[in-house]
């Protein structure tokens, strides 16, 4: 049984369909990301599988029961982040912890938690002095606190700066291979695509589009390769007439369709300079996708709506 | 219920208040500064033999008032527009043991108030009347009351019109509950101000230290808020949203 089950799903919202007949499940070890604009109801949605909300009609199933069910025994095998706040600005990320650590039957370590995200510099500070992306890690570590089966995350990266991207995907990545079950909310392709073992994009409340990440780009636009990092992007570039960009030490794409000839031409160029070619995969871009879905989408991806910051007292 | 992280929430509560500048300010700096000033100068003509056998049940009301009432709504509703009450709700602490330790610290935080104002009266003077046992009486009656109120304030509106409303409420209650001077003077408007919860318990402790015991129309008024507060609250309070 799949620990995430959504069946159908309609959820209202003052008065509004905001989510509006959709269905996915994920698995055990599964990072599956909601993708969408904003008002595309994947809050809705991640807030229904909280238990936050009630379906108006359709199903949702965490570990196998209603979320608002059992309510004790719910809460010790999911962890949350929330879309903003959630956490007390006068505490610091240990003693939030410790209080958080508090609450379940066989905690984390709360000091080990703070290592994990990477905040052990900042371990006594408090939260209201912290940066937005050191606060999003700690949310992060207090929703590993009670160590979930299943993992919701809205927006876990959102303002946090490359180095804390880093610190919460290595997160995500190990706690994947450990056989947690992750359902994380982003309106960023890149990091979904990077997250992600499943897709699901949602616009207006409905799915547009799901599917693993190869699957859906496979209607390729893009070469995609691995070498050794740090090629002569110019020079690759020009050889191709087109754009080349490194995504990471050592990733590729080449923004031109993927046939015969060019892939020869590619393996070829790398050949020539003895650069070994480790994968090479015909892709489309995620965002191409994306695009391609909100123009037949009849409502217009709504501007962000401004994020209030915690306040103070 | 499990009781599971209630002790833990419960000490924080009370470390929350005793650590933050403002909320000591309200809880302990001003009920004693009140005490003090009041007791040993002529700002304000009592109607007792001695100026502290009137002010010290007045500090108590007030620091019961301060504790239970406003810095509950205001800490409780800052808690929410932080949506810490809603990120708490996805924890196994139940919302019943998130009220039991809120209510835990407001009774140990008032027990610290009660310490320190009877040991400071007590040295200006105060020689009160054996009515400890009706005071407590008065004191949780009058904190359920309280944070009824409190509740309902956190829980129905925005942090800043909590903090704003909260502290008109104090500013309000303080000037027409016997706190500061006694009911009497307050004229043909007595009689509507008697039926406030700050004005029955400062009845009620005027009473309980003095002479004359309690009325029975505070002990009245007192039960009727803790009955009627705590249930609108429970009715209207919402863990999430503005």
């Not at chain 1, 209202?12 to 905001?18: A, D, L, N, P």
């Not at chain 1, 807030?47 to 199933?61: A, C, I, K």
């Not at chain 1, 636009?221 to 020009?238: H, K, W």
């Not at chain 1, 015909?282 to 879905?293: G, I, P, Y």
Request: glycine fraction near 10%.
């Amino acid at each position: 049984m799949e620990p995430i089950a959504v069946q159908d799903l309609v959820v209202r919202r003052s008065g509004r369909v905001v989510v509006d007949g959709v269905s996915f499940t994920a698995e055990a070890g599964e990072v599956l990301a909601l993708l969408g604009p904003n008002g595309a109801g994947k809050t809705t949605t991640v807030e229904t599988l909280e238990g936050y909300l009630h379906p108006e009609s359709g199903s949702v199933r965490v570990l196998g029961c209603d979320p608002r069910e059992r309510r004790e025994e719910m809460t010790t095998r999911i962890g949350v982040v929330l879309q903003e706040g959630g956490l007390y600005p006068q505490m610091s990320p240990l003693r939030l912890l410790r209080l958080f650590a508090s609450y379940y039957p066989d905690p984390a370590d709360p000091a080990e938690l703070v290592g994990l995200v990477g905040l052990s510099d900042v371990a006594g500070v408090a939260a209201k002095r912290l940066s937005g992306g050191q606060r999003r890690r700690l949310a992060l570590a207090a929703a590993l606190v009670g160590q979930p089966e299943v993992l919701f995350l809205d927006e876990p990266t959102a303002g946090v700066d490359p180095e804390g991207r880093l610190a919460i995907r290595a997160v995500i990545d190990r706690l994947r291979h450990e056989g947690v079950c992750i359902l994380l909310t982003t309106h960023e392709l890149e990091e979904a695509e990077r997250l992600a073992d499943h897709l699901v994009l949602l616009r207006a409340g409905r799915v547009g589009a799901a599917g693993r990440p190869a699957d859906l780009l496979a209607d390729a636009q893009e070469i995609r390769f691995s070498a050794t990092p740090g090629l002569d992007l110019v020079a690759l570039g020009a050889h191709f007439g087109t754009e080349a960009r490194e995504l990471r030490p050592g990733e590729y794409a080449l923004a031109r369709r993927p046939d015969g000839a060019t892939l020869a031409a590619l393996t070829a160029w790398l050949a020539a300079r003895h650069i070994p070619l480790a994968e090479l995969r015909a892709a489309k871009r995620l965002e191409d996708v994306f695009l391609e879905l909100l123009e037949d989408d009849p409502v217009a991806p709504r501007p962000e709506p401004p994020r209030r910051a915690p306040r103070r007292r | 219920m499990t009781r599971r992280g209630l002790g833990h929430q419960m000490v924080e509560e009370v470390r929350m208040t005793l650590e933050q500048g403002e909320r000591l300010l309200l809880t302990f700096v001003i009920p004693v500064l009140g005490l003090v000033l009041f007791s040993t100068t002529r700002i304000v003509i009592t109607n007792t033999a001695s100026r502290v056998d009137f002010f010290a049940p007045s500090a108590l009301a007030l620091a019961v008032m301060s504790t239970a009432m406003v810095n509950l709504a205001v800490a409780t509703g800052f808690e929410r527009s932080w949506r810490v009450l809603k990120r708490l709700g996805a924890t196994p602490l139940s919302p019943g043991a998130l009220l039991s330790a809120k209510a835990g610290a407001v009774l140990a935080v008032e027990i610290a108030q009660f310490a320190v104002l009877s040991a400071i009266a007590a040295g200006l003077g105060w020689r009160p009347h054996d009515g400890v046992a009706a005071a407590l009486a008065a004191i949780v009656l009058a904190t359920v009351g309280f944070a009824g109120v409190g509740f309902l304030l956190a829980g129905t509106l925005r942090a800043e019109a909590t903090l704003a409303v909260a502290n008109g409420l104090y500013v309000l209650l303080l000037g027409i509950s016997g706190m500061m001077f006694p009911l009497e003077r307050l004229g043909g408007f007595s009689p509507v101000a008697r039926l406030l919860p700050a004005t029955a318990l400062t009845d009620a402790l005027h009473g309980a230290f003095g002479p004359g015991g309690v009325p029975v129309e505070a002990w009245a008024v007192l039960a009727a808020w803790a009955v009627v507060a705590p249930a609108l609250a429970a009715w209207r309070f919402r863990f999430a949203g503005e």
